[in-house]
């Protein structure tokens, strides 16, 4: 009895499916081209589908152990879904709905840097890799980027950086000079202060002790005298160096003659001048004589 009321009731179950599946729509099938499609309601619900598919395979390419054909596969088809994607998008726009590309996920690296996708067609995104097909042999090695070689530096671009402040010029433009040499220059000038008020005192109590008649001190009178005597020695030192200079001895490098030598060398030039004279003359006389005897001859 058990056994006829389950087959009996599998019966109505396969009878109630069936008429479920009767009362359903057949399956929609997505349009081959999306410029088939005027509708702005069914390509957003197109869109949908596709970044469902999409999720869906991203979310499995995501397995490292399924294998190197299976991630390059599941790569390939994601690809070509958001190759569809961006039709879409573009046919939303076209009938007027919202442009969902402004807002679009870039490509990243395995660190999460923003990486340019490879476009050599110049339409759309290029091809991207996901999950672990970032690490496929081949892959890795596009998002690895080449060290950057140090150029050397040539002599030009040396100079070319060089500028008043590398001589010092500016030094005094950064204020640490300014700050240095105030306290450094009053200590200066109060010391010379203090000095020049020290020698008038001295000055006037010699004075004094002068007009007084009475002995001045050896110090105050020893200092007066050394300043004098430095003066002295000074003036002193400048007279001896402007007659050492006056009588150092004149070095020739060539060997010049003496008086009697030069006295000879003027006495043979003017023989040599006497005997050009007497030489011209003869000849002049010579030349007459040949003449006129050539005009006796005529």
């Given at each position: ?11 109505l ?8 599946e ?5 399956k929609?099938r997505?349009p ?12 957003d ?8 598919e ?18 390059r ?9 958001i ?5 879409w998008?573009?046919?939303?726009v076209?009938?007027?709905?919202p ?20 476009n ?7 091809y ?6 970032k ?22 671009d040396?100079?070319?950086r ?19 040499d105030?306290?450094?220059e ?6 010379a202060?203090?000095?020049w008020?020290?020698?008038e ?17 050896v ?13 002295v ?7 001896e160096?402007e ?20 006295e ?35």
């Open positions: 009895m058990a056994r006829n009321e389950e087959k009996a009731q599998s019966m179950n396969r009878f109630i499916t069936m008429k479920e009767e009362k359903k729509k057949p929609e997505r081959y081209l999306a410029s088939e499609c005027r509708d702005l309601e069914e390509t619900k197109w869109r949908q589908k596709i970044m469902r999409i999720g869906r395979k991203v979310s499995e390419i995501q397995n490292e152990g399924l294998g190197e054909h299976r991630l596969d599941l790569n390939d088809e994601i690809n070509k879904l190759r569809e994607k961006t039709h998008e573009r046919r939303i076209e009938l007027g709905g442009n969902y590309t402004r807002h679009s996920a870039k490509m990243t690296d395995l660190d999460g840097n923003i990486v340019d996708a490879p050599p067609g110049g339409r759309g995104p290029g991207r890799y996901f999950g672990a097909a690490k496929l042999p081949g892959v890795k090695e596009l998002f690895e980027k080449p060290p950057e070689l140090r150029k050397r530096r040539t002599r030009y040396i100079y070319k060089i500028d008043a402040s590398y001589y010092g010029y500016r030094d005094d433009e950064d204020g640490i000079l300014e700050k240095l105030g306290p450094a009053e200590k200066m000038r109060a010391a202060v203090a000095d008020m020290e020698m005192e001295i000055k006037k109590e010699a004075r004094r002790a002068v007009k007084s008649g009475e002995v001045a001190e110090g105050l009178v020893s200092k007066i005298l050394f300043e004098e005597e430095e003066d020695v000074e003036e002193e030192r400048k007279k160096l007659k050492e200079e006056k009588e150092k001895e004149f070095v020739a490098h060539v060997p010049l003659p003496d008086e009697k030598e030069i000879r060398m003027v006495l043979e030039r003017k023989k040599q001048e006497l005997l050009s004279k007497y030489t011209s003359e003869n000849l002049l006389e010579e030349q007459t004589e040949a003449k006129a005897m050539l005009n006796i001859q005529r």
